[in-house]
DNA sequence: TTCCGTATGATGGTATACCATAAGACCGCG
DNA sequence: CGCGGTCTTATGGTATACCATCATACGGAA
């Protein structure tokens, strides 16, 4: 870092305004933190990072290349995240995961989605309907590959348009949180056998029932949805009942 | 902070072991960062700060007598929990709440207090019923005193006993949050002509219900009870429309 | 008087220095 | 050989220094 403070913003000031709106500046002046947190995020849930490993600070200032500020407040909103525990007398270790809290996890998600799922087969527009159509398209066409990742940015997507279609923004933020708790969770349940195709298939299901307006029907589909999901999760790691993953 | 660096610890070491366990030492060494974090998140949530204020962090710094490092992470720490916003090439500012937000939080609450209250109805155990008993009981102590902290209190140990006695730790930690956000909201309406009165009596319902395990009649109270405070809120923040609190 | 430019102060962003502590390595004495 | 003490180092906790930026105030020129 001897070298800073000039690293972005160099773009040449080309741009046409093509309206008086867009002649506004709010860059959001992007921070190093910013910046760091969506990094070590990403990596936290990609894996990169083993679950329980030290964090040590000074080491993740090298990788980042930022300084111990940076790295700490970035810690400090993994932590209250879920994402980093701090261990007295030990400092930040990446979080681990147990069946009792996966098990949460999975029943406040259902409380959350089947509400949304429901108010959305009550109210939702045209628009709402076809963007569902859309991203079920693309689930489908990327199932074949096989591609966990892929299918869970499409399953991420079905959901958020349910939940934001509604206003339920508070919601979706807290099922995207938790989502990021059970992260390496999903990635391995959506590559057990018949995951591609059964999740797809209950997502169908919910995207039918609010086709045709029925709260009832997507709530259950939702449920059976999340249910399976648990399911194999349980599977995964209640038989050792040790703090895995 | 010149004179930092023995401020506890120092307890005469005249305690008895009455057992091999309790000979353990984990105090969690009480940090700075723990205690700032503590005072300024009940400073804002007992309206110490007004929705909007911004803080400054080198006013917080003199007023909670720590350096800014410990100031900016407990500053994270209330962002992430959402009583804190950053604007931007501005800082941090308590955060403010419109009706928007406040009825996506009474949603939530009724998705995940319903969930917590029906299993509680399902499988509560007697020493359960007997602290609800209890906590209830003094609640109608304080609710004729008119208290609203008091039964705000009150309010909260119930559903907490709730919420832990079925094991749902994520859950609660959750409505934590979300009741910290509208905490005022909650004063306010527990000031509320009558509400010192019906709120009693749904928790006396969701109680008796409990108490013959119906976790239908408990779903069907804790959800009136929940839109009762909901509606009054809106009463409080809709009409304006605007961001106030 | 009005407008523009500059100076100044406040503030957040970032980096770094310092300290206490705990865990491990090492060594010498029994 | 083993045990206890001490030294070293790694680490997190805390404080502070520095910088860029933005807002405001002020002053001079038209």
């Not at 329980?52 to 810690?75: A, K, Y």
Request: net charge neutral.
């Amino acid at each position: 870092m001897k070298e800073t403070m000039n690293r972005n913003l160099f773009a040449p000031t080309t741009e046409i305004a093509p309206n008086l709106e867009s002649l506004r500046i709010d860059t959001p002046p992007v921070t190093l933190r910013e910046m760091a947190l969506e990094r070590l995020r990403n990596a936290i849930i990609a894996g990169l990072f083993s679950p329980g490993q030290r964090l040590v600070e000074r080491t993740l200032c090298d990788q980042l290349g930022v300084s111990r500020s940076v790295i700490r407040e970035v810690l400090r909103h993994l932590e209250t995240e879920g994402l980093v525990e701090t261990a007295p007398k030990q400092g930040p270790i990446v979080a681990l995961i147990d069946w009792h809290q996966a098990r949460q996890i999975y029943d406040v998600r259902i409380a959350l989605e089947t509400t949304a799922v429901a108010d959305c087969a009550r109210n939702a527009d045209s628009a709402t309907k076809e963007k569902l159509k859309t991203v079920l398209e693309d689930l489908d066409r990327n199932s074949r590959k096989n591609d966990a990742l892929t299918i869970l940015a499409a399953t991420t997507e079905f959901y958020e348009t349910i939940f934001l279609s509604g206003g339920h923004e508070i919601a979706w933020d807290i099922v995207k949180r938790l989502n990021s708790r059970i992260s390496r969770l999903r990635v391995m349940t959506l590559s057990t056998t018949n995951r591609t195709v059964s999740g797809p298939a209950r997502m169908r299901e919910i995207f039918n029932a609010i086709l045709r307006n029925d709260p009832d029907a997507a709530t259950t589909a939702c449920r059976a949805h999340i249910m399976e999901a648990a399911k194999i999760a349980e599977s995964l790691l209640a038989p050792t009942d040790e703090a895995k993953f």
